[in-house]
């Protein structure tokens, strides 16, 4: 069963950190490409951060560039997004996403994880 299952979100201030992770079991995780996502209330889903399957090449939204950073352990099937300097616009529903690349599969959701930024 594939299975995406993000964690680490919180509520937090403006100029704070979080380190939210994204647990993949049912699949091999090296197989695939995965983003990270996020919607805010009343504004489309959109991508903050990519990495590739071996983890050598991200890509950021400029929003977030600077920021933010994305890392992945193909050997413990994780992938970690560290938020640093968020302000009160990074407030969202953070979304892990998997889509294969040597396989033809996904794309695979997680549940999501709630980050608050507020004094």
């Known amino acids: 069963q594939v299975q995406l299952v993000e964690s680490g979100g919180g509520l937090v201030q403006p100029g704070g950190s979080l380190r939210l992770s994204c647990a993949a079991s049912?699949?091999?995780?090296?197989?695939?490409?995965i983003s990270w996502y996020r919607q805010a209330p009343g504004k489309e889903r959109e991508v903050v951060a990519a990495i590739s399957t071996a983890g050598r090449s991200t890509n950021y939204a400029d929003s977030v560039k600077g920021r933010f950073s994305i890392s992945r352990d193909n050997a413990k099937n994780t992938v970690t997004l560290q938020m640093n300097s968020l302000k009160p616009e990074d407030t969202a529903v953070y979304y892990c996403?998997?889509?294969?690349?040597?396989?033809?599969?996904?794309?695979?959701w997680g549940q999501g994880t709630q980050v608050t930024v507020s004094s």
């Open positions: 049912g699949f091999t995780l090296s197989d695939y490409a």
């Open positions: 996403n998997a889509i294969g690349i040597k396989v033809r599969a996904g794309p695979y």
